[in-house]
């Protein structure tokens, strides 16, 4: 199928659920599901973004944002990670108990709201990462259309931008937890080091790009075209997250890969 065809395949997937409640980021993925959600369902849909520590807090403002310029019916609720001593381990399926403590968060709202449904915006092309997330919200009964219908990645990002949607270019992002190796772990004040060190490079113009924490060493990954780049303001990066508490700055030599700290599994 063509994108046009597979548009058209989710629309009647979204339309047979009735009532839709969807996990919102202000990412692509969820954003494109949203609007097509509210297109298909009109006002039995709703959006529910799910903050916490691990969730960058310019992140919460863009998604904010993105919601009222489309007319999104959007509520952001809090979500009590960093009281759950299993998650703080950081364990090698910490993502499984993350999904866990969040489904039942958004199924309690779907409920509450009356929505018959919930769904996500995983794909076909995250299948080919390591995602115990997904196992986790599948089981918990959250519904992934783009799944379902076959999409992938660069399939969403094409059929955004035919929608006029300005997040079709939009990085991908993950979690801050996901910067921090397995087995270590998460606390508040790396999550911080880590959040005000990635807003330090996207307010410098990177778009695609994480800094991961090994203990107090940052090692940065850019795309590979981008390394001249920031090693142009080698003094002034290394300025400021010396200055945020970073011991070491270091560069990642093999660039930006998602997933980085999957490699060791």
């Given at each position: 199928?063509?994108?046009?065809?597979?548009?058209?395949?989710?629309?009647?997937?979204?339309?047979?659920?009735?009532?839709?409640?969807?996990?919102?980021?202000?990412?692509?993925?969820?954003?494109?599901?949203?609007?097509?959600?509210?297109?298909?369902?009109?006002?039995?849909?709703?959006?529910?973004?799910?903050?916490?520590?691990?969730?960058?807090?310019?992140?919460?403002e863009q998604a904010?944002?993105?919601?009222?310029?489309?007319?999104?019916?959007?509520?952001?609720?809090?979500?009590?990670?960093?009281?759950?001593?299993?998650?703080?381990?950081?364990?090698?399926?910490r993502c499984y108990?993350?999904?866990?403590?969040?489904?039942?968060?958004?199924?309690?709202?779907?409920?509450?709201?009356?929505?018959?449904?919930?769904?996500?915006?995983?794909?076909?092309?995250?299948?080919?990462?390591?995602?115990?997330?997904?196992?986790?919200?599948?089981?918990?009964?959250?519904?992934?259309?783009?799944?379902?219908?076959?999409?992938?990645?660069?399939?969403?990002?094409?059929?955004?931008?035919?929608?006029?949607?300005?997040?079709?270019?939009?990085?991908?992002?993950?979690?801050?937890?996901?910067?921090?190796?397995?087995?270590?772990?998460?606390?508040?004040?790396?999550?911080?080091?880590?959040?005000?060190?990635?807003?330090?490079?996207?307010?410098?113009?990177?778009?695609?790009?994480?800094?991961?924490?090994?203990?107090?060493?940052?090692?940065?990954?850019?795309?590979?075209?981008?390394?001249?780049?920031?090693m142009e303001m080698?003094?002034?990066?290394?300025?400021?997250?010396?200055?945020?508490?970073?011991?070491?700055?270091?560069?990642?030599?093999?660039?930006?890969?998602?997933?980085?700290?999957?490699?060791?599994?």
């Amino acid at each position: 199928m063509n994108a046009i065809e597979k548009t058209h395949a989710i629309k009647e997937i979204i339309a047979m659920r009735g009532s839709m409640l969807v996990a919102f980021s202000g990412g692509v993925d969820s954003t494109l599901l949203a609007v097509l959600a509210k297109e298909v369902l009109g006002n039995n849909t709703a959006c529910v973004l799910l903050d916490s520590p691990v969730v960058p807090r310019s992140a919460v403002e863009q998604a904010h944002k993105i919601a009222r310029e489309l007319g999104l019916d959007l509520e952001i609720l809090s979500v009590p990670l960093m009281e759950h001593e299993e998650f703080r381990k950081n364990p090698a399926n910490r993502c499984y108990s993350c999904k866990k403590i969040s489904a039942a968060i958004l199924k309690k709202r779907a409920k509450e709201r009356g929505l018959a449904s919930i769904a996500d915006g995983i794909n076909i092309s995250d299948k080919s990462e390591y995602r115990p997330g997904l196992a986790a919200s599948t089981e918990e009964g959250i519904i992934h259309p783009f799944i379902e219908s076959g999409i992938t990645k660069q399939e969403i990002r094409e059929i955004a931008r035919a929608y006029g949607l300005r997040v079709w270019q939009k990085p991908s992002a993950a979690c801050l937890s996901s910067r921090i190796p397995y087995g270590e772990e998460i606390t508040r004040e790396k999550l911080r080091l880590i959040e005000e060190a990635e807003a330090f490079l996207a307010d410098r113009g990177f778009g695609q790009f994480r800094v991961r924490l090994h203990g107090t060493i940052a090692r940065i990954e850019v795309h590979k075209e981008d390394i001249g780049k920031i090693m142009e303001m080698q003094s002034a990066v290394v300025k400021k997250l010396k200055s945020i508490g970073f011991s070491y700055v270091t560069l990642d030599l093999e660039g930006y890969r998602s997933g980085s700290m999957d490699e060791v599994l």
